[in-house]
T-cell receptor
Framework: GEDVEQSLFLSVREGDSSVINCTYT??????LYWYKQEPGAGLQLLTY?????DMKQDQRLTVLLNKKDKHLSLRIADTQTGDSAIYFC????????????FGSGTRLSIRP | NAGVTQTPKFQVLKTGQSMTLQCAQD?????MSWYRQDPGMGLRLIHY???????DQGEVPNGYNVSRSTTEDFPLRLLSAAPSQTSVYFC????????????FGEGSRLTVL
């Protein structure tokens, strides 16, 4: 079945890069996503990557996909206090095209 | 454009009571879904619908009912609330397009005593 795993916490210094990691089990996943949740709010899509891509860059965000290891990462360059949030990895599995399955979320905190 | 609207934002129930969480979207999305968010467990899919009249179970459907009589609305019903259903509930919708971007409501915080 589908399963998505992430570590629960990450703390980085302001100005450093943050790397949030995710592993998934369904090799038929078509799209993989990163969502951001700020306190008291719903989730918002940050970026996504199609399964036939290795990398996607969008301003300060870089997504890397290793299909062989089923590993996805999100790198945030020059991390700012406004990046404090919970980041969720999610997959849209081809085996069940309607469902999108989320990981547990990684809480990113920024140290001054 | 309101997007996805959930009501109520907060609710306290006693064990055994019933209630309905409302969800409405004005984006003409075919797909709608309900998730619950619990600490350390992320979002877990409760039920989803790919169009009016069609619903299906997600990962944690027990204790919840849904119906989809219109494209806009997807209510979630708790028939007999239990303390294990204390959680934050999110409704989300998307188009049937390939990328599948979900649009989320602001959440409904439910406490069952």
């Amino acid at each position: 079945g589908e399963d998505v795993e992430q570590s629960l916490f990450l703390s980085v210094r302001e100005g450093d890069s943050s790397v949030i990691n995710c592993t998934y089990t369904d090799s038929s996943s078509t799209y993989l996503y990163w969502y951001k949740q700020e306190p008291g709010a719903g989730l918002q899509l940050l970026t996504y990557i199609f399964s036939n891509m290795d990398m996607k860059q969008d301003q300060r965000l870089t997504v890397l996909l290793n299909k062989k290891d089923k590993h996805l990462s999100l790198r945030i360059a020059d991390t700012q206090t406004g990046d404090s949030a919970i980041y969720f990895c999610a997959e849209k599995a081809n085996s069940s095209a309607s469902k999108i399955i989320f990981g547990s979320g990684t809480r990113l905190s920024i140290r001054p | 454009n309101a997007g996805v609207t959930q009501t109520p934002k907060f609710q306290v129930l006693k064990t055994g009571q019933s209630m309905t969480l409302q969800c409405a979207q004005d984006m003409n999305h075919e797909y709608m879904s309900w998730y619950r968010q619990d600490p350390g467990m992320g979002l877990r899919l409760i039920h989803y619908s790919v169009g009016a009249g069609i619903t299906d179970q997600g990962e944690v459907p027990n204790g919840y009912n849904v119906s989809r009589s219109t494209t806009e609305d997807f209510p979630l019903r708790l028939l007999s609330a239990a303390p294990s259903q204390t959680s934050v509930y999110f409704c989300a919708s998307r188009t049937s397009g390939r990328t599948g971007e979900l649009f989320f409501g602001e959440g409904s915080r439910l406490t069952v005593l």
